[in-house]
């Protein structure tokens, strides 16, 4: 039980004792079996987030809030609580033996799992100071600790001031559900010992206090020059604190936030003040409960750092506001809403790492305003910002990936009802992909798909082999709801896909899949647009490249419609992504996409690269003056590379692309991975998940789940440098999967083993690789399917041995 401060000052501890209260609780204690990540010191003025699903946090790692994104520009960062901003954020300051120092240059950054710590070294005052910050699960708040050490011999009277900086106002596209910013007022509370902050124009709120009582509060005073922009106010508390030599004070603050009324953001205030210890030991919980999913324990432990922090990561995009719905968002700073072609992906390893209630919610969410939005036709929306405003409808791709995207959930977790729910969906979605946007009927639909360059939106290769794809995982749909002769139709129309992918889309003279497929006009308005891309940013091979297309274009006849490949971007390696490739061109066409690479990964668009950038591992942000991706390398492209590696039996290709992802990894941000490699555009990005997930979970360690039939398929293909690896903990609907792999000169050992022991484990190897198998000790014959020996088998535990 706490003591009064009264009782604790006869005990020389901790506070000056001008009034009775209760000492505040200590949350570093909770912190000692927690990891972290120190941040790089040349980072210190680069962005970091405390993440929670109602209220997020986003500053500087140097403990600032200066003004940061472009969106709503300069608004991306501070306390956000979807559909408004809360805050632009704080200072704190601290006077002592005639000195005023402010806390805005943190020597450290440290990066939790689920919070963060910047550490300040004051000499002049002998004083070093911890700020520590956590958002609260399911909260629309953020809990704050400083901690201040005194250092020095002698006891430090010491005043602090907290400088809170309210900007209420509306998300992005708030104009459009007539959300529109007022003047923010502040009235003081003293009751609550804290500040009320209310928009003038709405019922919008934010408060902050501490459980200290402050010795003055004042309002609209500037602390530490922060003047950020907007319709701002500011208000201060200030405590008197004596803190004896070679001792430490704790002050701990509270920020709530509401745009519904003042009552419930007091409510949350109190509730927040009053359980932190509580609401921090949940989240530390839930935290452990999302590591021990999906373990993995492999030779490259930069790899297996990466994979655990992207399970965090994950977590930290989930974005509930309870009038529109919960799902994934992203990525921060500028992406904190929903898209669809985003969680298309980033679902896909989300279902790998088990959290399957947030994948279930997120295409909930998906489908219901993609419905609203595009009045019930099946295209599936692009982009939707937190107050429900659908920006884009949807692009060409986004229809067709979705397909494939409730194939895999369905795979994975045997969910009929699911299966039964979205089916429909999916149905009207290719429907209208065919009538509306394949006028020619050459089923090819027209469009935009993943590269937003304009002009790009003929019959681009991304949405041919995705629809391709979305097609044969209807075949599989329509099966299993029994209606044979829709599945028949679906095989077909996927069938001669692959065959137009295949030849139509085929260009022998680049050693690669087209682009686009076009008309001879569209190509030489887009090539001109690429010549001066490229000579902007000095790409003389591929201006010479260019032209000498530009040279073949023009000699074509008037009428001609081709495949052609101008930008050598990324897109052209879906076909490999999706396994419809032949596998002659597939080898040929990676081979291809590995020029156009640097060290963190591949190319956006390949005609960026130039000749430094094979050993380029220099920063991406430095120099730019306004947002853009051009010259950018990502981390989706390199993961689609690494998965075509994997398809075509080539995993120490693969390999090389996670490698040089993961040099990306805590580049700046400790424990996350921007968006664009290194250091440039989102500091979080879902998606990258799936570019680590599909392929170690589904392709190293071969996980393949028919989770309906109680079948899940192991079809191992690991690196050759990996002669350990294990994956413990694995969801497959109401399966728990644990495989271990090992190997030495003569034999391989594969260990599987799993909750449910009537599931039937399907061991797959390339055919006559291995002459001796032997099941749990008995030698074994496999049998011949495909390209594959494969042996079956059920039970707990599973032990196979292959000798050469």
Known sequence: MMKPLKTLCLALLLFQCKTTQETPTHLKSLFADVEKLKGRTEYIN????????????????????????????????????HPIKLMDGFTAEIASEGQNVCLTKADTFYNYPFANEHLYQLPSLGLKVERLQFVPDGKEAVAIEYTLFNESDNPKKITFHFNGVSDLRPTWLGERTNMNDGKDEATYDESAKSWMIKDSLNEWY???GSTLTPVSHQQNTVHCDYKPAGKTTNASLSYELEIPAHSSAVIPFTISGSYKSSSQVKETYQDVQKNTVQLLKDKKERYKAIAAKTQLTIPDKDIQLAFNWLKYNSDWLIRDVPEVGRGLAAGLPDYPWWFGVDNEYSLQGVLAIGNVDIVYKTIDLLVKESEKVNKSNGRVLHEMSTNGAVFNPGNINETPQFATLIWTVYKWTGNKEFLQKYYPFVNKGLDWLMKENDKDGNLLPDGFGMMEIHGLNSEMIDVAAYTQKAFADAAEMASEMGDKTLSTNYQQAANQLKQKINTDFWAPESQSYADFIGTKEQTLHLIKDAIVRADTLKKP?????????EAKVLGLPAKTKKGFVLFHNWVVNTPMEMGIADTAKALIALETGHKFVNPYGMFVTGIDRDESAGKDVSSSAKGKKTFTYTGAVMTLPTGVQAIAENNYGRPDQAL???????????FALPGSMYEVSPDYGMFTQAWTLYSYAIPLVRQFFGIQPIASKKIIRIQPQMPSTWDNAQLENVTVGNNQLKVVYGKNLKTVKLTIEQSQEDWQIQLAFPAQKYRVWKLNGQPMNPKKAGNFDIIEAKGAKIELELEN
């Open 46 to 81: 680069s962005p970091f987030v405390a993440a929670g699903d109602r209220v997020y946090l986003v500053g500087h790692q140097d403990g600032t809030f200066p003004d940061l994104g472009w969106h709503v520009t300069g608004e991306m960062g501070g306390i956000w609580d």
């Open 206 to 208: 934010v408060a902050f």
């Open 541 to 549: 091979w591929a201006i010479t490249e260019l032209k000498a297309t």
């Open 656 to 666: 090389d692309y996670l490698k040089r992802m993961t040099r990306a990894f805590s």
